[in-house]
C-alpha cells in the first residue's frame, strides 16, 4: 500500500498477556517512530529508528516495552505482561529522512482488561 | 521533553465561522507543525512553520510561528462540517531540534462544526 499499515487494528489483551504490534512503513522511508496516544490526549514519543539501529528509545515507559526493526523495514513494538495503564493507540511514523515529514499510520487500539 | 499547551480544549462552531486555536510553550521552538486527526486515523500533517513571524497559509488554514518562537496559531476561515476532528501542534521534542518525526504534542483543540 501507499502508506504506513498497522495490524491489528484493534487488540484486547487480557493483564498480564504479551502483546505484539506490527508496523508496515511507506516503502524505502528510513526512518520509523512509534508514538503511545492515551485517550483524550496527544500522541507521546516511544521511541524512533533510523534502518534497523534503533537511535532513541528513550520514550519507552518500562522495560516491558521492547521495539525492533531488525531488516530495516517492518517494526514490531512489544510489551510484555501487560498492564491496564498500558491501554492505548499505539501509532507508527514514518519518513524519508529524519528532517522531513513523517506519515502515520491508523494506529492499533490496544484496551488490557 | 518540551510541553506545550493547547486552547481552547474544545470548540462548537455554525458552518461558515471562522475558528482560531493557539499553542503556547515555556520553551523556543524552531519548528511548528500543526495536524488533524480524525476519529480511528493517525494525525495528518497540515501546516509547518519554520521560522519566527512566518504566516503561512493551506486553503482556508493560516497559522503563524510567533515572534517570541514560544506560540503558534491556527486559523480556520468558513469552516465547514469535514472540519471536525482534533488538532494537535507540534514541535521538535527537544530545544534546537529540527526532526518531524520525533514530536512533542498538545493536548488538542476539538473541534465539532454543527451545520
Known amino acids: 500500500g501507499a502508506g504506513v499499515s498497522q495490524s491489528p487494528r484493534y487488540k484486547v489483551a487480557k493483564r498480564g498477556q504479551d502483546v505484539a504490534l506490527r508496523c508496515d512503513p511507506i516503502?524505502?522511508?528510513?526512518?520509523l517512530f512509534w508514538y503511545q496516544q492515551a485517550l483524550g490526549q496527544g500522541p507521546e514519543f516511544l521511541t524512533y529508528f533510523q534502518n534497523e539501529a534503533q537511535l532513541d528509545k528513550s520514550g519507552l515507559p518500562s522495560d516491558r516495552f521492547f521495539a525492533e526493526r531488525p531488516e530495516g523495514s517492518v517494526s514490531t513494538l512489544k510489551i510484555q505482561r501487560t498492564q491496564q495503564e498500558d491501554s492505548a493507540v499505539y501509532l507508527c511514523?514514518?519518513?524519508?529522512?529524519?528532517?522531513?515529514?513523517?506519515?502515520f499510520g491508523q494506529g492499533t487500539r490496544l484496551t488490557v482488561v | 521533553g518540551q510541553q506545550l499547551n493547547q486552547s481552547p480544549q474544545s470548540m462548537f462552531i455554525q458552518e461558515g465561522e471562522d475558528v482560531s486555536m493557539n499553542c503556547t510553550s515555556s520553551?523556543?521552538?524552531?519548528?511548528w507543525l500543526w495536524y488533524k486527526q480524525d476519529p480511528g486515523e493517525g494525525p495528518v500533517l497540515l501546516i509547518a512553520l519554520y521560522k519566527a513571524g512566518e504566516l503561512t497559509s493551506n486553503g482556508r488554514l493560516t497559522a503563524q510561528f510567533g515572534i517570541t518562537r514560544k506560540d503558534s496559531f491556527l486559523n480556520i476561515s468558513a469552516s465547514i462540517p469535514s472540519d471536525v476532528g482534533i488538532y494537535f501542534c507540534?514541535?521538535?521534542?527537544?530545544?534546537?531540534?529540527?526532526?518531524?518525526?520525533?514530536?512533542?504534542f498538545g493536548q488538542g483543540t476539538i473541534l465539532t462544526v454543527h451545520p
Open positions: 507540534a514541535g521538535p521534542r527537544f530545544a534546537g531540534g529540527t526532526s518531524y518525526g520525533k514530536l512533542t
Open positions: 520553551s523556543i521552538f524552531n519548528t
Open positions: 511514523a514514518s519518513s524519508g529522512q529524519l528532517n522531513t515529514e513523517a506519515f
Open positions: 516503502s524505502g522511508h528510513v526512518s
